[in-house]
Nanobody, 123 residues
Framework: QVQLVESGGGLVQAGDSLRLSCAAS????????MAWFRQAPGKEREFVAA????????DYVASVEGRFTISRDNAKNTVYLQMNSLKPEDTAVYYC????????????????WGQGTQVTVSS
């Protein structure tokens, strides 16, 4: 069982940066692939970024490539999402998720989810 708690969201202006954190409980964090998803009002939850259990592989949706960076610290049981050059269209609730399938973009690959953290980008 893995419990996930996100933090770091907030209200920022376009062009600003934020770093989201996701702290995981349990001793199996390092065996899980991790991902960030987001859900804007009235829209489906969408994949943002994923990282393999070792951190050696990362994947991004095209709309954030070059602006967002996913990373993890297995010693701290934490995954991060560094978000730079934020745009109003990045406004959403951001969720972290844990699963066993590497290189996965589908929500159904992830077994554990956090409660989400709100990111709001004003223009």
């Amino acid at each position: 069982q893995v419990q996930l708690v996100e933090s770091g969201g907030g209200l920022v202006q376009a062009g600003d940066s934020l770093r989201l954190s996701c702290a995981a409980s349990g001793r199996t964090f390092s065996s899980h692939a991790m991902a960030w998803f987001r859900q804007a009002p009235g829209k489906e939850r969408e994949f943002v970024a994923a990282i393999s259990s070792s951190g050696g592989f990362t994947d991004y949706v095209a709309s954030v490539e070059g602006r967002f960076t996913i990373s993890r610290d297995n010693a701290k049981n934490t995954v991060y999402l560094q978000m730079n050059s934020l745009k109003p269209e990045d406004t959403a609730v951001y969720y972290c998720a844990a699963g066993y399938t590497p290189q996965a973009r589908g929500r159904y690959h992830y077994n554990y989810w956090g409660q989400g953290t709100q990111v709001t980008v004003s223009s």
